[in-house]
């Protein structure tokens, strides 16, 4: 598989600037050797203080988690409250230290420093895509919760014991905002804007970093708590422990990203995608309190090329479910599946190759692969045959085949 080979890769290319065993993580710069001391867990101090938090990201993935379950809580849905929510406006949340807060989901969706610092309108349209899938939800959704669902009408339908709610397409949109948003907010502020070289190394955070110079009343410094903010968009949830998320990886209660690389991990063909990215994060934290920053770029090309086989893996997971489920007249499971297929078709366009330094597939093209599944009826038209073209396409994108993904 393509990914088990990346870091080898890395190696190679820094011509073993940075390579070193797991045992000794000695790095060799030139005629330079220094020695990069990882913790066994993301704990990191200065004068007995830690000088790791990330308390915007906690607060962001609170409010994403809050918003979702509101798309289905009909008895206190309108469309204001959902855009209120998504730009924390009027007090929308149960949770008063989320109103009173400066923090919002609209300001950081696609927002990166690598993506949108010069495309405002590309990030004006998806974040009005956001809204669109809230007004829907309202306007189409809850006038039908008690309708029966058929092509052309939103309404409810069983899967199993459950009842999901869609549109006429057969297109949840709550699942399409909380997968899409994994890729538009989580992913993009992660890969694209915190572990980049543009912030990281930002006017003086270099000079500052090799001195010790830390934000003013802080204990870190600027460039030690980017990395952090990175951190945070994938371990931030309440549930998952700063120090040692992989403690609970099959036992929290994130249900963004720290919920799938989960799930992608307990595939056999990815079952080290977990542990390698939490080394990486260690590491790369590690180089930089010894200030080798070529280290820390190669870890962050790990992180990124795994963060963003996420939505890979998951795509096709979800679009080959909903195949077999459509296959077996069990429209309900097939429309949930395809829903999250297409919420993490979406997010690919926010992953990002290490090698190219843009995302796996454009976003013209998977607008493409959207239209095509939501093209007329939707999903109650949408063939076996279109679902094993557009996996086959993601796989080829990313080096991976179909059949590896369970």
Request: charged share 20%.
């Amino acid at each position: 598989m393509k990914k088990l080979f990346f870091p080898a890769l890395v190696c190679t290319a820094l011509f073993f600037n940075s390579c070193s065993s797991d045992d000794d993580n000695q790095v060799i710069d030139g005629d330079i050797e220094d020695q990069i001391e990882v913790p066994a867990t993301y704990s990191f101090t200065r004068a007995g203080e830690s000088t790791v938090t990330y308390t915007g990201q906690t607060t962001r993935i609170a409010m994403a988690k809050e918003l979702k379950t509101a798309f289905t809580d009909f008895d206190n849905l309108t469309a204001m409250r959902l855009l209120d929510m998504f730009s924390n406006e009027n007090s929308p949340f149960s949770e008063e230290n989320l109103n009173s807060s400066s923090k919002s989901l609209k300001s950081k969706v696609a927002s990166s420093a690598d993506y949108f610092s010069t495309n405002s309108a590309a990030s004006a349209a998806i974040k009005a895509e956001f809204e669109v899938w809230m007004n829907a939800q309202y306007e189409e959704v809850l006038p039908n919760q008690n309708t029966q669902a058929a092509a052309g009408v939103a309404g409810q339908i069983a899967q199993g014991d459950r009842t999901r709610f869609v549109s006429g397409k057969g297109l949840e949109y709550n699942q399409m905002y909380a997968k899409s948003l994994m890729g538009a907010l989580l992913a993009d502020q992660m890969l694209n804007k915190y572990l980049s070289p543009t912030v990281l190394d930002e006017g003086d955070n270099r000079v500052n970093n090799e001195n010790e110079i830390t934000e003013e009343g802080k204990s870190y410094t600027t460039m030690e708590h980017k990395w952090d903010e990175a951190y945070g968009y994938l371990y931030g949830d309440p549930s998952v422990p700063t120090a040692n998320p992989m403690s609970v990886l099959d036992d929290n209660e994130d249900s963004f990203l720290f919920n799938y690389i989960r799930q992608v991990a307990a595939d056999d063909d990815f079952n080290g995608l977990a542990q390698e990215t939490f080394d990486a994060f260690k590491k790369g934290r590690a180089a930089i309190a010894v200030n080798n920053y070529e280290v820390r770029d190669a870890q962050a090309a790990i992180i990124k090329e795994n963060i963003s086989l996420i939505f890979a893996v998951r795509a096709i997971h979800y679009l080959q479910s909903g195949k077999e489920s459509l296959a077996n007249n069990e429209m309900g499971a097939a429309f949930h599946s395809l829903s999250e297929g297409l919420g993490f078709l979406y997010s690919i366009q926010f992953s990002q190759n290490p090698s190219t330094g843009g995302a796996y597939l454009s976003a013209s093209e998977l607008e493409t692969y959207k239209n095509d599944l939501l093209t007329n009826n939707g999903f109650w038209d949408v063939s076996g045959e279109k679902l094993d073209e557009i996996s086959q396409a993601v796989a080829n994108a990313y080096g991976i085949s179909v059949d590896q993904v369970d």
